[in-house]
Antibody
């Protein structure tokens, strides 16, 4: 079975940094685009970033460009999101998800990031 | 970027048919996907490529498309269908987007 397990969330002050991780198992990780999707408390879903199978292509939502970096380690079957210059509005549950076709059939359980002073 | 517009809420009595719409100029050119999300849980894909149903999703959940609008239809609504539903699509620049979500209440 496909499993995606996020970690690394927590409380951070505005302007701070945090690195999220996603451990993948149950499928050939190197064969799929991977994504981060977030959901602010009580709000809707927001796509954050995608990364190609070999890491050569990356795409970001405008609001995180220049601050967030998506990366992956295909040997470790892991996905990462480095988040710098964090803002209060980045507070959300961050989901790791496997992209297939144009949508996401597999999601992790999410990790909560809270940006607050 | 592109926008997808959904009604904020839909209310139905058990056994009725619920229809949730999603409108956007990109939809005639790109596939739409639908997700069901219950409180405290990760989203679940219920429709992909406008009208295809993943394994394990009941047949009473279906998707359709017409022009700039895609529709999620839930026939014979049950209490377990009460959830938030999101449409999603992408464009050719690698950008993905979700609709604002529709809260389905089963009365």
């Amino acid at each position: 079975d496909v499993q995606l397990v996020e970690s690394g969330g927590g409380l951070v002050q505005p302007g701070g940094s945090l690195r999220l991780s996603c451990a993948a198992s149950g499928f050939t990780f190197s064969g799929f685009w991977m994504s981060w999707v977030r959901q602010a408390p009580g709000k809707g879903l927001e796509w954050v970033a995608n990364i190609k199978q070999d890491g050569s292509d990356k795409y970001y939502v405008d609001s995180v460009k220049g601050r967030f970096t998506i990366s992956r380690d295909n040997v470790q079957s892991s996905l990462y999101l480095q988040m710098n210059s964090l803002r209060v509005e980045d507070t959300a549950v961050y989901y790791c998800a496997r992209l297939h076709g144009g949508g996401w059939a597999h999601w992790g359980q999410g990790t909560l990031v809270t940006v607050s002073s | 970027s592109f926008e997808l517009t959904q009604p904020p809420s839909v209310s139905m009595s058990p056994g009725q048919t619920a229809r949730i719409t999603c409108s956007g100029d990109a939809l005639p050119k790109q596939y739409a996907y639908w997700y069901q999300q219950k409180p405290g849980q990760a989203p679940v894909l219920v429709i992909y490529k406008d009208s295809e149903r993943p394994s394990g999703i009941p047949e009473r959940i279906s998707g359709s498309t017409s022009g700039t609008t895609v529709t999620l239809t839930i026939s014979g609504v049950q209490a377990e269908d009460e959830a938030d539903y999101y449409c999603q699509s992408s464009d050719n620049s690698g950008t993905y987007n979700f609709g604002g979500g529709t809260k389905l209440t089963v009365l």
